[in-house]
């Protein structure tokens, strides 16, 4: 996927193609930018250019190393993800020893590690090490979802490059065959939640949970259970609109009732209390009691 494929990432996709036209390669980049959004597509697509046998400034998608890392079976280029939400210095002393072996037929060794605000603090200050001492014609490319969760020293040493949410039209163009448009409304411009999770029955469990009917099993990771918040926010906010008695602003085609006891300013403060739990999921508070909360909110809202 060479970058005219990318979407809606322009200011992201410039910056980055000057590094490769000027040849002018910074030794670690920050990709900084909520979930979802395309950070790792971004990353592999750079790799593939800085050690694309045919393009210059860009990928062609079709020569043996482009192919391999799209298979992910180029000996030189690695990625790293986090392991129940965590990425351990066992990850990072791989990522070190990689490094510093030599290339093998790559122009540029590249190392993605994807979500690096998982990175525990032990694991961070063994990455610092290579981030000091970078070897030459070696790229590594960390993800982040928000700068500050990640140790300053670290953040300091990388090249940020900044990603956003994608327009509406623009998701629409990434997924022609979907016809749902509630699909787009909910997944809020992030292409990569339509791909990895059922948007649809995700809301039907929702409205099992105020039905009264089923439980849902425990998140696989943090992301589920941000996702999970996000949905439930949207729920929240239509609650808002029917005690508003404007059902037009209204995003999901529902008619749950809410208990008359609950106050717009209740609602609002759910709201609040939703976001803050949100925030700090990171902070790795326990899956199964987040889970249990947000049903015990449902449960104070809907009748
Ligand atoms: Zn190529």
């Known amino acids: ?24 390669i910074p030794s670690a980049f920050l990709f900084t930018g909520e979930p979802y959004i395309g950070k790792t597509t971004v990353a592999l697509t750079y790799a593939k250019a800085l050690n694309c046998l045919e393009a210059e400034g860009d990928c062609c998608d079709v020569c043996q190393s482009c192919k391999k890392i799209e298979l992910g079976i ?55 090490k290579t981030l000091e001492e970078p070897p030459q014609n070696t790229v590594l490319i960390l ?60 809301v039907e469990e929702i409205k099992n949970i105020i039905q009264k009917k089923e439980k849902v099993n425990t998140f696989k990771d943090n992301e589920e259970a941000k996702w999970w918040i996000d949905l439930l926010t949207v729920f929240l906010r ?13 995003i999901l085609p529902n008619n749950l009732k809410i208990k008359e006891e609950v106050t717009l300013e209740k609602l609002y403060t759910i709201y609040d209390e939703l976001q803050n739990i949100r925030k700090n999921i990171d902070l790795n508070l326990n899956k199964s009691i987040v889970l249990n909360y947000t049903e015990e909110i449902l449960r104070r809202v809907y009748a």
């Open 238 to 250: 239509d609650a808002i609109c029917q005690k508003l008695l404007d059902s037009s602003c209204k």
């Open 1 to 24: 996927m060479g970058f005219e494929k990318i979407v809606s990432q322009d200011k992201a996709v410039k910056l980055l193609k000057g590094t490769l036209i000027t040849k002018r």
């Open 74 to 128: 180029h000996p030189d280029v690695k990625v790293i993800s986090a392991e129940k939400d965590t990425i351990s210095i066992s990850s990072v002393r791989e990522v070190e020893e990689f490094v510093f072996l030599s290339r093998l037929e790559a122009k540029y060794k590249v190392v993605i590690i994807r979500e690096s605000h998982k990175m525990n603090l032990a694991a961070a200050n063994a990455l610092l």
């Open 143 to 202: 993800t982040c979802e928000n700068i500050s969760k990640l140790p300053e020293p670290v953040v300091s040493r990388c090249f940020k490059v900044n990603f956003n949410p994608l327009s509406n039209p623009a998701i629409k163009k990434l997924f022609p065959e979907e016809q749902n448009s509630l699909v787009f409304k909910l997944a809020m411009g992030r292409p990569g939640i339509i791909k990895s999770m059922n948007i649809i029955e995700t």
